[in-house]
């Protein structure tokens, strides 16, 4: 690093580094609101990935600089090995960050350690190869072995092309996110989803932009190659901060009907609400009047606006007064409005189909799961039921 643009690059890598270490720190301190009980995988996660960045940059740092490279440590294998390793693991990390919102992983289930092995063939191939930062730097190259620049070239391979897989995935988790939370969930935010398909389109340019870089490299000059590298730096700066704002505002919004909803056995805490009854009249008017529950996309916030009551003052009422969160609450009032359509004899001619879209339901999976487990059977067999029953009472 010989002029001014690469003093500046450093600079701007050691402060992304610093910053990136303060984020961990503040995703590991972000306290949880009153009466929840944190999940802390996404956290978790968030937080692993923030470190692999840390350890990319730093050791990028290291292989670049003119006086890390003088050192006795750019002799040993050690360095290229951090860095593959920090590469190859993002993806993977990514992935299970954006599947950890939506559930609990169990990492100690075998088929989870595959998405390792692209870590663990870099580390084979360069220590078995003994391969330094020397060895790294493609300029130096034609020097090598054959063998050692096969080595090299293949590790080179695995991380510029690997990421490109995962970011794929991760596309495809968040899609599958957006739908399990549209079919199972009443609170969802739609500003977290697009802003998590932001964080996905920030990414799949910062790994394409490497792609190409790579295969461009044999064919532009090593200043312009070393140009490519910089700019793929400053996607980094750009996007861990975009992530950051993802995994701040999903940890504690997208996830919060996961534990924003749990009771304080240890205090009433109705008792200590301020004009509680009249509270507690909005609830049922918003369900007997206003039909809230008929919104598909209804979720505690719009719920709490519409009837006039505080967000938290909402939650605290279907868990103390109703036993029960949010989601149950909504979901039991939609199954009871579906048994009453489906024993209606003005609905006879409507198909099941009909019934849990006029219920509030937009997903079939979703309403058969909620009707069979609070009413022990399917829809289909509580109307046939329904109308023995009423044909019983009825007769022709």
């Not at 937080?47 to 002799?75: E, H, P, Y």
């Not at 590790?155 to 690997?162: P, T, Y």
């Not at 996007?239 to 919060?256: C, D, P």
């Amino acid at each position: 690093m010989k002029n001014l643009l690469l003093n500046l690059h450093e600079v701007v890598i050691v402060l992304t580094i610093i910053e990136t270490l303060l984020l961990c720190v503040a995703l590991g301190l972000l306290p949880a609101n009153a009466g929840q009980i944190p999940r802390k995988q996404p956290r978790r996660l968030l937080q692993a990935f923030f470190l692999l960045v840390v350890g990319m940059l730093t050791t990028t740092l290291i292989t670049w600089n003119a006086s890390f490279q003088a050192m006795a440590i750019a002799n040993y294998p050690i360095i290229p090995a951090l860095l593959s390793a920090c590469l190859l693991l993002q993806g993977p990390v990514l992935f299970y960050y954006l599947r950890s919102l939506s559930q609990e992983i169990n990492f100690q289930r075998w088929y989870h350690g595959i998405h390792l092995l692209p870590a663990l063939v870099a580390l084979a191939v360069i220590f078995a190869y003994d391969l330094s930062i020397y060895d790294w730097m493609p300029g130096h190259w034609p020097e090598l072995l054959h063998a050692d620049r096969m080595a090299m070239a293949f590790v080179w391979a695995l991380f510029k092309c690997s990421p490109l897989g995962y970011v794929l995935a991760c596309f495809y988790t968040e899609h599958r996110l957006r739908q399990q939370m549209e079919q199972m969930y009443s609170a969802i935010s739609e500003r977290e989803l697009r802003l998590a398909d932001l964080v996905l389109g920030g990414f799949f340019i910062h790994w394409f932009w490497s792609f190409i870089a790579y295969f461009l490299g044999g064919y532009v000059s090593g200043e312009t190659n070393d140009l490519l590298g910089i700019l793929n730096n400053y996607l980094t700066v750009i996007l861990i901060n975009v992530v950051f704002l993802f995994g701040w505002r999903n940890t504690r919004q997208l996830l919060k009907q996961d534990f924003i909803e749990i009771t304080d056995t240890g205090k009433d805490r109705l008792q200590e609400m301020a004009q509680v009854d009249e509270k507690l009249q909005a609830v049922e008017n918003g369900i007997r009047q206003q039909r809230l529950h008929l919104e598909s996309q209804i979720n505690l916030e719009r719920f709490a606006e519409l009837v006039g009551v505080k967000p938290r003052e909402l939650s605290t009422i279907i868990n103390d007064h109703y036993q029960q969160n949010f989601f149950e609450f909504i979901n039991s009032q939609r199954v009871e409005e579906a048994k009453r359509l489906l024993a209606a004899p003005e609905c006879v001619g409507d198909t099941v189909l009909d019934i849990l879209y006029k219920s509030g339901f937009n997903s079939q999976s979703a309403f058969h799961r909620f009707f069979k487990r609070m009413v022990g059977m399917t829809p289909s067999e509580y109307r046939k039921q329904a109308h023995r029953s009423l044909s019983a009472i009825n007769p022709l």
